[in-house]
């Protein structure tokens, strides 16, 4: 099962592979039988294949658990899960969890997430994303109700979290901010995971989606600003329910945030319906404090959502 718990993070596990692949090999140059006229042959080759080898493997998987000083690199997905359930209405947490983890991301924000709903069996699907993905931080904030929100999970330390409601508008279903501060190396990040309202006046959307919502957007973007205040460097992902050029898309920009699929994306970068993708309305947003060097889109039919991932590091 997917929420197997061994006593280790993956990382750990990535070690400890290295260094028992280094004793194999060690063990097997040692065993290995002389050639047939007493010569050591290519003993030393297999040697150096055996111990040269697990050792760069074991650096690598070191590196990946202890940041580097200042801002390291950091790659950040942004991801509506849509409760785990599919684009066939199928309930598979195994396949958000795989695809989370096939990204390589180390902070990783997420919208729609139950904790314990009946709705998806009565899981808690953060403690188990959390656990078999090998996370050691998360944080939650039940929106709608207290067991249904915006979650982050990090493989960097939160030392602080702040959650805000964000105003209703007239629409009936709650809407939230979830800041976290994330230890990055030597620097604080700001992330912060949301996820805007998606219809108002159903008669007025369906003509018109951004008059529709850009009143309630707004207000809901205002929250979002004035809790963020400013800070620096800060990363804002979430499900929008905007498009490109859209008012409420232009305020966060005015306000200093960057657009990374407009800066270093290739394509339309389309992120809903997963089905019959159309609109990009997920978002990774960032200050001038980090610099986007890549952004995909990953296509999975996981969520009703496709899930961003942006590589940062210090400009």
């Known amino acids: 099962p997917i929420d197997l718990d061994i006593g280790m993070t993956q990382a750990e596990v990535r070690v400890a592979a290295a260094v028992l692949l280094g004793v194999l090999g060690l063990v097997a ?13 290519n003993a030393w080759v297999y040697a150096a294949v055996a111990t040269v080898f697990p050792l760069v493997g074991l650096l690598i998987a070191t590196m990946s658990i202890e940041p ?16 785990s359930y599919d684009t066939e209405g199928r309930f598979d ?19 729609e997430i139950p904790r314990g709903r009946l709705l998806s ?18 944080a939650f904030f039940g929106t709608t109700d207290p067991t249904w929100g915006n979650a982050i999970l990090s493989r960097y330390p939160i030392t602080r979290v702040e959650t805000e409601y964000l105003p209703l508008v007239g629409t009936p279903m709650r809407r939230g901010y979830l800041g976290a501060d994330l230890q990055v190396g030597d620097e604080t990040v700001q992330f912060i995971s949301t996820h805007l309202q ?9 003509d018109d989606p951004e008059a529709d919502l850009y009143p309630v957007h707004t207000q809901q973007i205002g929250t979002i600003l004035d809790a963020w205040a400013g800070r620096e460097p ?27 699929w407009a800066e270093v994306g290739d394509g339309d970068g389309f992120t809903a319906n997963a089905a019959n993708p159309r ?37």
């Open 29 to 41: 140059v040692a065993h290995r039988p002389a050639s047939t006229d007493g010569a050591p042959g």
């Open 68 to 83: 580097t000083n200042g801002v390291p690199e950091l790659r950040v997905m942004t991801y509506n899960i849509h409760s």
């Open 93 to 111: 947490i195994g396949a958000i969890a795989a695809v989370i983890e096939e990204s390589g991301a180390t902070v990783v924000g997420l919208q």
């Open 121 to 138: 069996g009565v899981t808690d699907e953060l403690t188990v994303l959390q656990h078999a993905l090998g996370f050691e931080h998360a």
């Open 198 to 206: 998606h219809v108002n006046d159903r008669a007025v959307h369906d």
């Open 234 to 260: 800060a990363v804002l992902v979430g499900d929008f329910n905007a498009r490109p050029g859209w008012r409420q898309v232009d305020e966060l920009l005015a306000a200093g945030w960057a657009d990374s």
């Open 279 to 315: 609109y990009r309305i997920d978002y990774v947003f960032h200050t001038p404090g980090l610099e986007a060097t890549g952004v995909e889109v990953i296509e999975s039919r996981a969520s009703d959502h496709f899930p961003v991932v942006v590589d940062f590091v210090a400009p």
